[in-house]
């Protein structure tokens, strides 16, 4: 696998929207809001959901595990403040509509973590064993942040049936808007390079790269010092690639940078691939080396309608009103408030909605910057082909959607439904506004259904 | 805390591009021919024009209020179609059998089919192939530009002369050297100027190469039309006319002259690009542009019509959607096998 690191390494299709990271790039990460409760919500991840290990009433301390699972493929939950739990009640969620939550009330409504992390001068990732580092990633509850949630654990774990042989680190962070992954590899690039090493170790993995957009060169010189600067880190190869939406897929970056393919509904471990994000790594950094769950993350609070946009540490568990509130309020004019990135965000109505494992971004957006798109008639596609131009996954989403529309859904499984990524490229450039991106994920919806892979 | 809140799909936001800004892009493009068409034939331009969209229009509107839809003439594409047929028809056509040929072109070229997007066939080549069936006489009456003083395509073939006014078009001159095997190769750099510049018999808005060209470029520097189409019929119509030529050039004329002559650069730039009736991938689009080539040389040359790129465009319009399976893209993971 010889690869060119210094070439403009990209994929085909995707589309360029405006980046609006000007709003926060400069923010340092800041403490965020000190909250009077949380709810931890017991499927943060793919998997099995967790059992609650707690009761009503009983009184926890921060790092406690309150949540865990027997299941393979499942990560524990643990609770970020010291308190008492209030209920064990639902709380909405983006896509379940409501899921069960632990909701812990804090028994000091002022305190609030900084982020902090202690390396000794003699770090050697070889002191640790695979399978204790193994043991301390599952038991902080790690799970894929950069939104996908996948346990960690289950992901690095090595399996003679798929070798891994490359550990990609995505810090591409393709969605506008978002700035929370930057400013980690700005602030926290040594805690980055250790959970590096430490995955590395774990996987077994002999290659290393960590995947960063052009458009961030001072996160790929921050990261080129920090490989030099940390001990173990020798090996991990920063591979600039050219600023495209959705570089920041796992497939697509995988193409950039391998030139590799991963089939049709399998995963990158088949092909010995392992991608993860760095806040993940930065996580399994202070999992292993200081024993601490993950309790906390960076969430980019962004958008022209709040007041103080910024990139925030905030325990998980948070609702999102406190932490808007926290950022000085929404503006009148906001019309959607969507948690993730405006390409493939989910926007939501209830603002008791709690911060997840997975939720990177919180961005707030006005009515004339969504009018264009929500007001515009959906007229009737003209066959210009630019959906198929644009799409990362080489489907042909005018045809797949239009399927979905008449309830022809042999004709959307010909097309290939199931290998759509659902970036929103499509929608985003057809010039007959209509939902492309909507229309294929009803139907990915109505044939999860049909499976039983999904409540009805 | 703001009150209302929006909940609709992803993505949020749009890039602003509309069908109506495409359309309007193609008929800013077409501003050049139509500027030629009114200087080499002068007030015939702007009544052919007019008349052609106004007919189309009205009979779109018609068309949604029979079907009981909303009005959808405010997408442009009516007065793209109504332009397009203008450029095509003789300059000299009666207004009556121009309406007619308007109406015909939008409501069974596109109305029928159920509006925009569903047609097969591009709506100004069915009304054009509707006037030649049903008026081929005043479909085949040419005029000469009025800017010629005395006729110079007849000094080459003195016999074609009928009439000071009307007289044959560049490709009718070309279509009797292929009959009498003789006379192709008198076609020299003075015709080829006339041709380019536009001082020659033909449709109304074919005859300016320029124009053509200039309208052109402004739709691929726009990224409103693909450069595939235009190129592959363009280089598949040059290949043929150029192994005819070098096969018996008595017989066949330069492959230029075929480039710069009759529909084939409007139908290239203008027509073959129509995005409803072309297919939707890049390969598919190379088929499609050699294969209008290939068939209005073909035409040209050993068919009985003069001019072949509105029956090419048509016929290769019936294998558009054969073309798009032919070509279906391979999903980037290969096709599924695991589930």
Not at chain 2, 253 to 279: N, W
């Amino acid at each position: 696998m010889r690869v060119d690191t210094k070439a403009r390494l990209t994929f085909p299709g995707g589309t360029h929207p405006p980046e609006s990271k000007d709003l926060t790039r400069n923010r340092e990460i800041q403490v965020g809001p000190a909250v009077k409760e949380v709810a931890i919500m017991l499927s943060q991840h793919t998997g099995a959901a967790c059992s609650p290990l707690v009761g009503q009433g009983d009184a926890v301390k921060a790092g406690q595990k309150i949540g865990d699972s027997d299941a393979h493929i499942s990560a524990p939950v643990h609770s970020p403040v010291d308190g008492k739990v209030k209920e064990i009640g639902l709380r909405p969620h983006a896509i379940l509509g409501r899921s069960p939550a632990i909701v812990i009330e804090a028994s000091d409504p002022n305190s609030v973590r900084h982020p902090s992390f202690e390396l000794r001068a003699d770090f050697n990732e070889g002191s640790y064993s695979p399978e204790s580092a193994l043991w301390r990633v599952r038991d902080a509850g790690i799970v894929g942040m950069g939104g996908g949630g996948f346990p960690t654990s289950v992901k690095l774990r090595a399996d003679s049936k798929t070798p891994r042989e490359v550990l990609i680190v995505n810090g591409c962070e393709c969605e506008p808007y978002i700035t929370c992954d930057y400013r980690i590899m700005l602030e926290w690039a040594s805690r980055i390079t250790v959970g590096i090493a430490l995955a590395r170790r774990v996987s077994g993995c002999s290659r290393v790269f960590l995947g960063i957009e052009d458009n961030k060169p001072e996160a790929i010189n921050a990261m080129n010092a920090a490989v030099k600067a940390t001990a173990g880190a020798e090996g991990i190869e920063v591979a600039p690639v050219r600023t495209k939406y959705p570089q920041g897929g796992e497939r697509q970056l995988i193409k950039a940078i391998l030139n590799k393919k991963v089939p049709s509904g399998g995963i990158p471990p088949m092909i010995g691939v392992v991608v993860l994000n760095v806040a993940t790594v930065a996580a399994i950094a202070e999992a292993v080396v200081c024993g601490r769950p993950l309790t906390h993350r960076v969430v980019t609070v962004t958008g022209e309608a709040v007041a103080k946009p910024g990139n925030y540490y905030v325990p998980i568990g948070t609702s999102i009103e406190d932490l808007i509130g926290f950022c000085g309020g929404a503006a009148e004019n906001t019309a959607k408030i969507i948690v993730g990135g405006p390409m493939m965000g989910i926007a939501i109505a209830d603002l008791k909605t709690p911060i997840t494992k997975t939720t990177g971004a919180i961005t707030v957006l006005t009515e004339e910057q969504v009018v264009r798109k929500l007001e515009r008639q959906q007229t009737p596609c003209i066959h210009c082909g630019r959906c198929l131009e644009v799409c990362p996954e080489q489907l042909v989403p005018t045809k797949i959607a239009h399927a979905v529309k008449n309830n022809l859904f042999d004709v959307a499984e010909r097309y290939h439904i199931r290998a759509c990524m659902e970036c929103g490229c499509c929608s985003y450039v057809c010039p007959a506004n209509i939902e492309l991106a909507g229309y294929i994920k009803t139907g990915k919806i109505f044939l999860a259904r049909q499976e039983k892979r999904m409540p009805a | 805390m703001p009150k209302d809140l929006t909940v609709s799909c992803a993505p949020h936001i749009g890039r602003g591009i509309s069908t109506r800004r495409i359309m309007a892009d193609v008929i800013i493009g077409l501003v050049p021919a139509m500027a030629a068409a009114w200087y080499y034939f002068r007030i015939r331009a702007p009544i052919l024009i007019i008349t052609c969209i106004a007919a189309s229009v009205a009979t779109e509107c018609f068309c949604n209020l029979l079907r009981k839809k909303p009005n959808s003439i405010w997408d442009f594409s009516a007065v793209v179609t109504g332009i397009i047929l203008a450029l095509s028809l003789p300059p000299d056509l009666p207004v009556w059998a121009v309406v007619i040929g308007s109406c015909f072109s939008i409501a069974v070229g596109k109305m029928v089919f159920g509006g925009l997007g569903a047609n097969i066939f591009n709506p100004a080549m069915v009304g054009r192939a509707f006037l030649t069936a049903s008026f081929g006489v005043l479909m085949t009456t040419w005029t000469v530009p009025v800017t010629i003083p005395d006729v110079k395509m007849s000094r080459i073939a003195p016999e074609n002369i009928v009439d000071a006014r009307t007289q044959a078009t560049p490709l009718a001159w070309s279509k009797l050297a292929v009959k009498n095997r003789y006379g192709a190769q008198i076609y020299g750099r003075q015709q080829f100027i006339a041709a380019v510049t536009g001082e020659v018999g033909g449709c109304l808005g074919e005859t300016c190469v320029i124009a053509i060209l200039v309208g052109g470029v402004y739709l691929l520097v726009r990224g409103t039309i693909s450069f595939h189409i235009p190129a592959a019929v363009i280089l598949s119509a040059f290949v043929f006319a150029a192994i005819c030529c070098l096969s018996n050039s008595y017989r066949y004329v330069q492959p230029l002259f075929h480039l710069t002559s009759g529909g084939l650069l409007l139908g290239a730039f203008f027509i073959a690009t129509d995005p409803v009736t072309s297919p939707l991938t890049v390969k598919g689009k190379w088929l499609y542009g050699a294969g209008i080539g290939t068939l209005t040389m073909l035409i040209r040359v050993f068919g009985e019509y003069p001019e072949g790129v509105m029956y090419a465009v048509l016929l290769m319009n019936s294998v558009t959607p054969l073309i798009d399976r032919l070509f279906k893209p391979v999903p980037m993971g290969g096709k599924p096998g695991i589930r």
